[in-house]
């Protein structure tokens, strides 16, 4: 269950035309509760015209650095994103989550990493590579790194000084889809381009572990080609920021009314919803304080448990296979597909 602690934003840095990082000054009593894996993510809460909004973003600072800091990309018609980027400024206040998330590395001695990213896909990556070159000296790390241009790049001054510091832990490439530029490939992430680097670049290293954060078009051809280049499936870990519908979980809602019971922080409360209404808008339509970031099925803050009853999601970037059987699902996506159905929120 996220909790959520009033923060003050210390700096508001630009990093592009239309990209942020924010700052948080955490005080001494909640440092312990803000104590992260590189790869874990924050929510954002706050009232926008009258209306509370949430949303997920990544932590891009290490564990071991003195601050805590996320960045922002605006996105068309993003209601949070548009608001932090041209809004926000050092000395207000803001909500915060305590850290979440399952897309983590915990560095280990004697390990090669690589890591495909592209636009604002760095910024749970730019944790792991700092976590990595600052905390386990005999491990490298390769990027590979995609934007528009040079002027997109997110964290391209903090990188490029990252690798200067560490030439030979290090390995920076940049790849750009609108434009030539000195000493990077041109395009998208691509299977060419994965093969370039794992078949030429480094074919005399062995990687253990592969860390994608980008669209999804990019993340199934990168893993796809890093399993037919030989990479075990358990060791290429990825996040989305967004994920494709399920036409097939789709086709299975149908109009009908179902009696649900929710167990949230200890207490049933039970109520009935249309089945083609997700279950998290109508916990939260009946005063419900369900907990909830994305609503998009690309984090888990929403994960719950079926425990009686049937339920399809239409979106899930998030949970296994075994967890899925295990009847986990994640409310913003979910929808009953039975007359009565229990949720529980507190057993996960």
């Known amino acids: 269950m996220a909790t959520f602690h009033k923060v003050n934003i210390q700096e508001v840095i630009r990093e592009t035309a239309d990209a942020v990082s924010l700052l948080f000054t955490i005080p001494g009593n909640l440092k312990s509760k803000f104590a992260f894996h590189s790869g874990q993510y924050l929510t954002l ?19 071991t650095d003195s601050y805590l ?36 590395l915990e560095p280990k001695p004697n390990k090669n990493y690589i890591a495909f990213a592209a636009g604002s896909g760095i910024t749970p990556i730019l944790s792991m590579i700092k976590d990595v070159l600052s905390n386990e000296t005999s491990s490298t790390f390769t990027l590979i790194y995609g934007n528009k241009t040079a002027a997109d790049t997110i964290f391209k001054s903090e990188l490029d000084t990252l690798k ?63 399993i037919e280049r030989g990479f075990a499936k358990e060791n290429i870990h990825f996040e989305l920021f967004t994920v494709s519908v399920d036409e097939d979980a789709v086709s ?4 009908g009314q179902t009696e649900i019971t929710v167990l949230l922080d200890d207490e049933e409360t039970t109520f009935t919803m249309q089945q083609t209404d997700d279950i998290l808008a109508a916990s939260l339509r009946n005063n419900l304080d369900a907990p909830y970031s994305c609503q998009g099925g690309v ?11 049937k339920a399809v999601m239409v979106k899930n970037s998030i949970l296994t296979d075994g967890e899925i059987e295990d009847g986990l699902i994640l409310a913003c996506q979910a929808y009953p597909t039975t007359s009565k159905i229990t949720i529980d929120f507190d057993d996960v």
């Open 45 to 63: 809460k706050k009232t926008i015209n009258g209306k509370e909004v949430r949303r997920a973003y990544s932590i891009c600072s290490s564990p």
């Open 69 to 104: 800091k996320v960045a922002v990309k605006a996105v068309e018609n993003g209601t949070f994103s548009t608001y932090a980027t041209s809004e926000l400024k050092a000395g207000n206040f803001i909500e915060i989550s305590e850290p979440e998330g399952k897309f983590i």
């Open 299 to 309: 984090c888990s803050s929403c994960m719950c448990k079926v425990t009686e009853g």
């Open 164 to 226: 200067e510091a560490n030439p030979e832990r290090f390995n920076l490439h940049y790849i750009c889809s609108r434009e030539q530029q000195e000493g990077a490939l041109f395009g998208r992430i691509d299977k060419a381009h994965t093969n370039y680097y794992i078949n030429n670049s480094y074919k005399n290293i062995t990687f253990d572990a592969a860390y994608l954060c980008g669209p999804e078009e990019m993340i199934n051809e990168v893993s796809t080609t890093l």
């Open 252 to 255: 299975e809602i149908k109009e």
